[in-house]
């Protein structure tokens, strides 16, 4: 079966430090990738998705960037925080057709806090 | 497309009422639509989903109901228990793209 890890669970970190968030996919072979972003008693913002190896499609200009090193490894980093990247961060997987495996399957977040 | 400024709408609700979930998409070309649930801190979780070819499909205490001509879609739930209470979001896909646009959300709040 599938699965999704995706860690750190908590992480705070002062405005201007750098940021690296990992979700890795096992069990299937070129998933699509997503990071979303949900700011508390917010809905779901999409950052970023990727279709395969070294695709980044970006959703949104900010102070993040994502990258795809292996087919199933999807980073989200940032070179200097802000306090307004403050959130609960998604990674999610889907089959190729979305729809053909109902969907996103969504990891256990990370709640981001920047002080 | 995705309302993620706005504070979530609320539905309060007593253990054992019927729960009716709504949401409303935009884009009429969407052919398939899912429900999440979401409990707090947790990722969403898939809960059912629907084909534009339907409009009522039924699973275990849940039911969506799709009209595509006012491009509304709902979401009920038989017999509301405690666990119930969750952030639910409905997700609309075009065939061919590889993204879900999601709802606002609506939080569901379940009172013994």
């Known amino acids: 079966s599938q699965t999704i890890h995706q860690w750190p669970a908590t992480l705070v970190q002062p405005v201007g430090s750098p940021l690296s968030l990992e979700c890795t996919v096992e069990?299937?072979?070129?998933?699509?990738l997503y990071w979303y972003r949900q700011a508390a008693g917010r809905g779901l913002q999409l950052l970023f998705y990727?279709?395969?190896?070294?695709?980044i499609s970006s959703e949104v200009p900010q102070n993040l960037s994502a990258s795809r090193p292996q087919d199933r490894q999807f980073i989200l980093s940032s070179k200097k925080l802000l306090l307004s990247d403050s959130g609960f961060y998604l990674c999610?997987?889907?089959?190729?057709?979305?729809?053909?495996?109902?969907?996103?399957?969504f990891g256990s977040g990370t709640r981001l806090t920047v002080v | 497309g995705e309302s993620v400024g706005l504070h979530l709408p609320t539905l309060s609700v007593q253990e054992g009422d019927n729960s009716i979930i709504n949401c409303a998409y935009s884009?009429?070309?969407?052919?398939?639509f899912i429900w999440y649930k979401q409990e707090s801190g947790k990722g969403p979780q898939f809960i059912i989903d629907?084909?534009?070819?339907?409009d009522k499909r039924q699973g275990q205490r849940v039911t969506v109901l799709l009209n595509k001509t006012v491009k509304h879609l709902s979401l009920q739930i038989a017999a509301t228990q405690p666990g119930d209470s969750a952030v639910y979001f409905c997700?609309?896909?075009?065939?061919?793209?590889?993204?879900?646009?999601f709802g606002k959300g609506t939080m569901l709040l379940v009172s013994p």
């Open positions: 629907i084909r534009s070819n339907m």
């Open positions: 069990g299937t072979s070129n998933p699509n």
């Open positions: 997700a609309e896909n075009t065939m061919g793209y590889s993204t879900l646009t």
């Open positions: 999610a997987w889907s089959r190729i057709e979305v729809r053909a495996g109902l969907g996103y399957t």
């Open positions: 884009n009429s070309a969407s052919d398939y």
């Open positions: 990727s279709v395969g190896i070294g695709q």
